[in-house]
Every structure is written in C-alpha cells, then in structure tokens.
C-alpha cells in the first residue's frame, strides 16, 4: 500500500550542542522524540550530517514507520550554521525525506515561542538574536545571529568576553577593580598576559562560562556586573524598538540567559513578558504542519 503524501509531520531542530527529532501526526500527536550529536553545517558538515541521519532513523524506528513515511513526510529542519543555500541544500539533499524545508534556526525558535500570535522573542544563550513578528500570517523579521567576531551582543559569550575585557583595564589601572573582575583576574593568576593568551584561544562557550558570574554579581549590586547587564539590555531595546516592538507585544526571553534579564528590563518592556509556549522543536513541528504535502 503506498504511503499518503503528508501522512507525517517531521520537526528537526539542531546545533553546535545537539539536534532533536520529532515526529507527529498532522493533528500533532507525538509519535517519537529522540536527540543526537552536534548539527552545525558551518562547524563541522558531515558531521552534521551524519548525527542529523542517525537520529531521524532513531525516531522512526521508535515510530514504527516505513522509510516510505518518513520520505513523504512534511518536514522543518532548523539548524545554526545554516548560512547560504548550498549548506542548506547539502542537509536537504542528506535527509531521506523527499522536500524537506532547510533554515537557519532563527524562525523555528521564534514560532516555538509565539507560534503565529505577534509579539517579539530576544533568545539568549552563547550567541543571541532578536526577532518580532507584527501580525498573524506575516513574515518575521530578526536582528542578530550573526556570531561573536561581528554580532551576538547581549549573549552569554557577548557578556564573558566584555567581562575580561574590563578585567584586563583593571588589571593596567585604568578601570576600578570590583570583586567580580578581581574573580575573573584571580583565574589568570591576576596575570594580565595570561588572560589576554586564553581570550585569543577562547571559544564563545568558553566565553559564555562567565555570564553566570555577571549575572549573580549583578543581583549583587556588584558595578561592572551591572554595567554588564545593562549594557546588554541597552543593546536588547535598541534591537526591539528598530524591530517595530511596542509596549503592548508579548516578550518572550529564551535561551540560557535570557530570563535573567528580566529583572534589568525597562518597566514598560517587563509589563508583558511571558513564557514561551515550546521549544525550537515545537517551532520547527509548527513550520512543518503549515507546509503544503510534497506532491
């Protein structure tokens, strides 16, 4: 009997940590969940690839479909690192799914928040973004995303590496040394050219490992924490006023960091923050039910 084309719905949500499958009805009742290694094209391709495969053929044995099921399936695939069209089209030509739809994860984190309603999604981890969508049906628009060598301001790794950055003026006199940048100089031994060795070496999650410091010394009242924080939410409402946020949109804070900035948010921004409604995955599920079956 041949497989009906749309039968399933496919939601892929990937990066530099992980990827996630998901699999579901069109009415989305989940049929099977599964996780798998690291899926950043621009990082490493085949691996990508390859972890990408291994846990869609996990979830459909968990499913107990047919590889018929899964190549005529819907599907959304989000993944960081998905930078051009040929990177996308390497995923897209790997995956044994007939028309998948390949991105940058940016839309299928931004509908896992808000699904269709309007509102703006600032998702914070290591790197960051920014997003709005002004109305139902309409294309969302974004700032951000663009790594930490141009962009990702606000971000755990944004906020590590300006924490350093002060340590190493006050490490030379020229700024005032406060118990949070004694902390991070204490790590190098108060040794300036040693700091100054592990930034050129730094990772942005090597970066990133000190946003939790900057935060808890922020609610500390600690001043280079909260010129820290502040800095990034300057950054954040720059980002949301030149995306058409108003005062009365939904919020959403995501990703690792992000909740902690609401304490440091203006009023009228706090006002209406509220939790995202799911996950990446649940975005990249809702992206792939909106797509028309392949033919």
């Known amino acids: 009997m041949s497989t009906q084309a ?20 069109p009415q989305m009742s989940i049929l099977a969940i599964t996780s798998g290694g ?34 005529a399936a819907r599907a959304y695939v989000g993944l960081a690192g998905v930078q051009d069209a040929v990177s996308a089209r390497r995923i897209r030509d790997a995956l044994p799914i007939d028309a998948p739809i390949v991105s940058e994860d940016r839309a299928a984190t931004l509908a896992g928040a808000l699904g269709d309603r309007p509102g703006s999604l600032a998702a914070l981890g290591t790197g960051s973004f920014v997003a709005h969508l002004a109305r139902p049906g309409a294309g969302p628009r974004f700032v951000g995303g663009w790594g930490l060598q141009i962009g990702d301001q606000a971000s755990g790794a944004w906020l590590g590496r300006a924490l350093l950055t002060q340590a190493l003026l006050a490490a030379e006199g020229v700024a005032e040394t406060t118990p949070l940048l004694r902390q991070a100089l204490g ?22 490992r000190y946003a939790p410091r900057i935060v808890a010394a922020a609610g500390a009242a600690d001043p280079a924490g909260c010129s820290l924080m502040q800095a990034g939410v300057d950054y954040l409402v720059s980002a949301l006023r030149s995306l058409g946020h ?5 919020l959403c ?42 033919a």
């Open 187 to 208: 790590d190098f031994a108060s040794d300036a050219s040693q700091l100054a060795a592990f930034a050129r070496a730094a990772s942005p999650a090597a970066f990133a």
């Open 38 to 71: 690291p899926a950043n094209p621009a990082t490493d391709p085949d691996a990508a690839v390859s972890n990408l495969t291994t846990a869609l053929e996990t979830a459909r044995q968990q499913a107990t479909l047919a590889p018929a099921d899964i190549a």
């Open 253 to 294: 804070l995501t990703g690792g960091l992000g909740p902690h900035y609401a304490p440091f948010l203006p009023a009228d921004l706090r006002a209406n923050l509220q939790p995202p409604r799911g996950s990446a995955l649940d975005g990249a599920l809702f992206l792939a039910a909106r797509q028309q079956a392949p």
């Open 6 to 25: 749309g039968q399933y719905i496919i939601g892929i949500d990937g990066g530099g940590s992980g990827c996630r499958v998901a699999i579901a009805t």
């Open 246 to 250: 108003r005062d009365s949109d939904p």
